[in-house]
């Protein structure tokens, strides 16, 4: 991860929120609440690098968390709105494991088609998985396209505590 423009928002034991050029990345380390919520989207503003060339979104939800409520995904969906001349897309990241987590996987797709998001939203079960994704939406409006390694690498530095 030489040389690539990064930033560390919040660093708190239920919450990460930082960027990775113009990768957005929240991890949720414990249940995501509305006040949590409220507190990542307010660095909504700080996740596009250069203005024009739009920011994507990894939110990873580790296995530590219980189900998000509904509540808690509409504040989140609503910020992402609010920035959809922005926002180029999110990879939703469930890490929770078994029929907990595929069930949880299945209604986030169920709702992002559901909700018709003017940005293209997928859910992964691994943050690998989603960073094969990632780079070609990141890219769309020119930026340099981001390895996958490098987003795997910053989110992996992130995922505990500072």
Do not use: K
Not at 33 to 54: C, D, K, N, W
Not at 77 to 101: F, T
Not at 104 to 122: I, Q
Request: some cysteine.
């Amino acid at each position: 991860m030489t040389d690539l423009n990064t930033a560390v928002f919040e660093d708190r034991p239920e919450l990460f929120v930082g960027r990775v050029e113009n990768c957005a990345v929240v991890i949720w380390r414990v249940t995501p609440t509305v006040a949590s919520a409220r507190l990542a989207m307010q660095h909504f503003p700080e996740f596009e690098v250069h203005p024009g060339l739009g920011f994507a979104l990894v939110a990873v939800v580790t296995s530590n968390c219980a189900p998000i409520g509904p509540e808690v995904r509409q504040a989140f969906d609503e910020a992402m709105r609010a920035y959809r001349h922005s926002a180029l897309g999110m990879a939703a990241v469930i890490e929770v494991q078994g029929v907990l987590g595929g069930l949880a996987r299945a209604l986030a797709r169920t709702m992002s088609v559901v909700t018709r998001s003017p940005y293209p939203v997928n859910t992964f079960a691994t943050v690998s998985s989603a960073t094969e994704w990632l780079p070609q939406i990141l890219s769309q409006r020119g930026t340099t396209r981001l390895a996958p390694r490098d987003i795997v690498a910053f989110v992996e530095s992130h995922r505990e505590p500072a």
